[in-house]
C-alpha cells in the first residue's frame, strides 16, 4: 500500500496570505488528523476528521481550518499567515479514530512564512 | 491534560551498545496507549513501538523494547545493538483509547540520538 501522502513538499509564503496543504491517507483509511512541528513548541495537535466530520481540535486559532473530503482526503488551511506559523505541518491517518489504531505519518509539508 | 515528558534533550550511544531513552507522562486515565516514534533527518515520523496500557507485558520489536511502569507512569524504551541508522530524534507520544470525541496524540518533546561509530 501506498503511505501517507502530503503536498505540496515545500511552501513559502508572505505574511497576510492564505495557504492549502493537502493530504491523502493510506487507502482504505478514513481518520486524518494533523500536527503542526516546531522547534520551540514540539508537535502540537491541529484537529482530526473521520469520515469527512471533525472530531476533535487542538488549542489554535480559527485561522487554521481544516476539511475532509468523501475520499478521505483532507486539506488544511491557514489564512492571513504570520510569522509564527512557519512550522513542518504532519498529516497522519488510520483506519479508524480509535485510540488503539497506529497513526501513520506522512513527510510532512514545511511551511516557511517570510 | 495528558503531559508526556522526555526529560534527555540529547544522548549518544556507541555503534553496537544499548541505550534507554526516559519517558514519563501524567494521565488520569486507566487505559490508554503509548507509542514510541522516530523521527530521522528526513523528518518522516516511524512508528518504533507502541505499548497498551492494560497489557503488563513489555513490548517488543526485535532491537527495540520498552519498560513500562504503569504504577509510575513512565515509559522507556531501549534500543539494543545500536545501529547508525538509529540516529533520529525520538518522540514519546500518549493516546487516549476509544473516545467518540475523538482521539490525538499527545507528544514529549524529544530525545536526539547520536549513534557514534
Known amino acids: 500500500k501506498a503511505g501517507v501522502t502530503q503536498t505540496p513538499r515545500y511552501l513559502i509564503k508572505t505574511r497576510g496570505q492564505q495557504v492549502t496543504l493537502s493530504c491523502s491517507p493510506i487507502s482504505g483509511h478514513r481518520s486524518v488528523s494533523w500536527y503542526q512541528q516546531t522547534p520551540g513548541q514540539g508537535l502540537q495537535f491541529l484537529f482530526e476528521?473521520?469520515?469527512?466530520?471533525?472530531?476533535n481540535k487542538g488549542n489554535f486559532p480559527g485561522r487554521f481550518s481544516g476539511r475532509q473530503f468523501s475520499n478521505s482526503r483532507s486539506e488544511m488551511n491557514v489564512s492571513t499567515l504570520e510569522l509564527g506559523d512557519s512550522a513542518l505541518y504532519l498529516c497522519?491517518?488510520?483506519?479508524?479514530?480509535?485510540?488503539?489504531?497506529?497513526?501513520?505519518f506522512g513527510p510532512g509539508t514545511r511551511l516557511l512564512v517570510l | 491534560a495528558q503531559t508526556v515528558t522526555q526529560s534527555q534533550p540529547e544522548m549518544s550511544v556507541q555503534e553496537a551498545e544499548t541505550v534507554t531513552l526516559s519517558c514519563t507522562y501524567d494521565t488520569s486515565e486507566s487505559d490508554y496507549y503509548l507509542f514510541w516514534y522516530k523521527q530521522p533527518p528526513s523528518r518522516q515520523m516511524i512508528l518504533v513501538i507502541r505499548q497498551e496500557a492494560y497489557k503488563q507485558q513489555n513490548a517488543t520489536e526485535n532491537r527495540f523494547s520498552v519498560n513500562f511502569q504503569k504504577a509510575a507512569k513512565s515509559f522507556s524504551l531501549k534500543i539494543s545493538d545500536s545501529q547508525l541508522g538509529d540516529a533520529a530524534m525520538y518522540f514519546c507520544a500518549y493516546r487516549r483509547t476509544t473516545s467518540n470525541t475523538g482521539n490525538q496524540f499527545y507528544f514529549g518533546t524529544g530525545t536526539s540520538l547520536t549513534v557514534i561509530p
Open positions: 497522519a491517518s488510520s483506519f479508524q479514530n480509535l485510540g488503539r489504531e497506529t497513526q501513520y
Open positions: 476528521y473521520f469520515s469527512e466530520t471533525q472530531r
